[in-house]
């Protein structure tokens, strides 16, 4: 048996299935969109990258785009991370960051991808970042650290 097909998929793609669908146009690509996402079940491996789920959450919650809450978002992620042939180089810390980001609205996701990458790997951050420091369970590399301040 063949490999199934590798399809690398952009953010805008993503984008149609998420966001609502104002004009036919958007209807129609998000009607592709949701074909290849029950292909993926089955017929092609769908692979999705942090920069593409970092983008997508952003243009979600923007006020200026969708405003959608970041709860709405990251559950419409985890629905796609869900997906049997959805591949990550790191699924599981993409998971844990998207959970950081719901409770900490104080940071990014790419701030909570960090922190859950450094705590999975039961590593220390190398942040400046003081709101990133103080994300509970999160160990600093003590020369980010602020003078006076302990590890």
């Excluded at 966001?19 to 999705?48: F, H, K, N, P, S």
């Excluded at 923007?62 to 042939?85: C, D, F, K, P, W």
């Amino acid at each position: 048996m063949d490999p199934a097909p590798v399809v690398v998929v952009d953010a805008n793609a993503l984008l149609r299935h998420l966001a609502r669908q104002v004009t036919e146009e958007d209807r129609r690509m998000a009607a592709i969109v949701e074909e290849m996402l029950e292909a993926a079940g089955c017929e092609i491996e769908l692979w999705l990258s942090e920069a593409v789920l970092a983008e997508v959450l952003y243009i979600l919650t923007s006020a200026r785009h969708y405003a959608v809450t970041r709860h709405e978002a990251a559950a419409g992620i985890m629905n796609v991370l869900q997906i049997g042939n959805c591949r990550m180089a790191d699924k599981a810390s993409c998971g844990a960051a998207l959970q950081l980001w719901v409770e900490y609205s104080g940071l990014s996701f790419v701030d909570c991808l960090v922190a859950a990458q450094s705590m999975r790997r039961e590593g220390q951050a190398a942040t400046f970042d003081r709101r990133l420091q103080r994300t509970p369970g999160l160990s600093v590399w003590p020369p980010f650290l602020p003078a006076g301040s302990q590890g």
